[in-house]
């Protein structure tokens, strides 16, 4: 009896816990689906980018790399930079907290986000899953740390010194001066009269997606495909 006992004790003690699972496809869907019934998402997020970026936020999730999981941040660099392309989703009310103007780097392009580098010095917007990491005050005021964790793809963010802040480049009035928005040095820089609402929102763990019909992205993104090694942002 003594050892049936003990023999059960280490079987208990050695037996793996059953990890949280990643949502099954038909799981994922009806998520989505409840997500985009919502007008103010349906609106403003294509249907497959906001599908790329919950595959994304739940696998994250799953290995216990989000601190902020209730936060979904989505840049959908397919929209031209005189649109909203910025969007903050609250993941446990399903629900849109904020959307924004938000400008890409000056050598990604001109009105429209094209190019895309993981490159110090490139001055382009990188692609990929970021986990928002802590809030300081620097040369732009009130920014935010972003930590690339898809590798060869935006894992150089913080030697880039790839950051969210305000910059007055970033307005409606711009737009009508100019014709589109002024562009960051690689930065997703917002307008200075929305850029803390939304720091404030997204820091310290959240998920955020920086999307664009890129085939070189989607094709080496090992989070939109199986077996995904990331960079852990700790």
Same mark, same amino acid.
């Given at each position: 009896?003594?050892? %049936?006992?003990?023999?059960?004790?280490?079987?208990? /003690?050695?037996?793996?816990?059953?990890?949280? =699972?990643?949502?099954?496809?038909?799981?994922?869907?009806?998520?989505?689906?409840?997500?985009?019934? $919502?007008?103010?998402?349906?609106?403003?997020? #294509?249907?497959?980018?906001?599908?790329?970026?919950?595959?994304?936020?739940?696998?994250?999730?799953?290995?216990?790399?989000?601190?902020?999981?209730?936060?979904?941040?989505?840049? *959908?660099?397919?929209?031209?930079? /005189?649109?909203?392309?910025?969007?903050?989703? #609250?993941?446990?009310?399903?629900?849109?907290? @904020?959307? +924004?103007?938000? $400008?890409?780097?000056?050598? +990604?392009?001109?009105?429209? @986000?094209?190019?895309? &580098?993981? /490159?110090?010095?490139?001055?382009? =917007? +990188?692609?990929?899953?970021?986990?928002? *990491?802590?809030?300081?005050?620097?040369?732009?005021?009130?920014?935010?740390?972003?930590? !690339?964790?898809?590798?060869?793809?935006? *894992?150089?963010?913080?030697?880039?010194?790839?950051?969210?802040?305000?910059? #007055?480049?970033? +307005?409606?009035?711009?737009?009508?001066?100019?014709?589109?928005?002024?562009?960051?040095?690689?930065?997703? @820089?917002?307008?200075?009269?929305?850029? %803390?609402?939304?720091? *404030?929102?997204?820091?310290?763990? &959240?998920?955020?997606?920086?999307?664009?019909?890129?085939?070189?992205?989607?094709?080496? =993104?090992?989070?939109?495909?199986? !077996?995904?090694?990331?960079?852990?942002? @700790?």
């Amino acid at each position: 009896m003594v050892i %049936r006992l003990a023999c059960f004790v280490l079987l208990f /003690v050695f037996l793996p816990l059953k990890a949280e =699972s990643v949502p099954s496809q038909k799981d994922l869907s009806r998520t989505i689906e409840t997500l985009y019934s $919502a007008p103010e998402l349906r609106n403003n997020i #294509d249907y497959k980018v906001l599908w790329k970026a919950m595959t994304g936020y739940y696998a994250l999730k799953n290995k216990g790399m989000l601190k902020n999981d209730g936060i979904l941040t989505i840049i *959908d660099y397919n929209k031209p930079s /005189v649109k909203k392309r910025l969007f903050v989703i #609250d993941m446990d009310r399903n629900r849109l907290l @904020a959307s +924004s103007l938000v $400008a890409h780097g000056k050598n +990604s392009g001109q009105n429209r @986000a094209v190019n895309f &580098s993981n /490159v110090p010095g490139s001055f382009k =917007s +990188s692609l990929g899953f970021f986990v928002t *990491d802590r809030t300081y005050r620097g040369k732009h005021g009130y920014s935010l740390r972003l930590r !690339g964790i898809e590798r060869g793809i935006n *894992d150089n963010a913080l030697k880039r010194n790839i950051v969210m802040h305000g910059a #007055d480049y970033v +307005s409606p009035d711009f737009i009508r001066k100019h014709g589109r928005l002024g562009r960051s040095h690689g930065c997703p @820089a917002l307008p200075f009269s929305e850029h %803390r609402q939304v720091i *404030d929102l997204i820091k310290d763990g &959240s998920c955020l997606f920086i999307y664009h019909g890129d085939r070189n992205y989607v094709g080496r =993104s090992d989070l939109l495909n199986p !077996g995904y090694s990331l960079r852990n942002p @700790a």
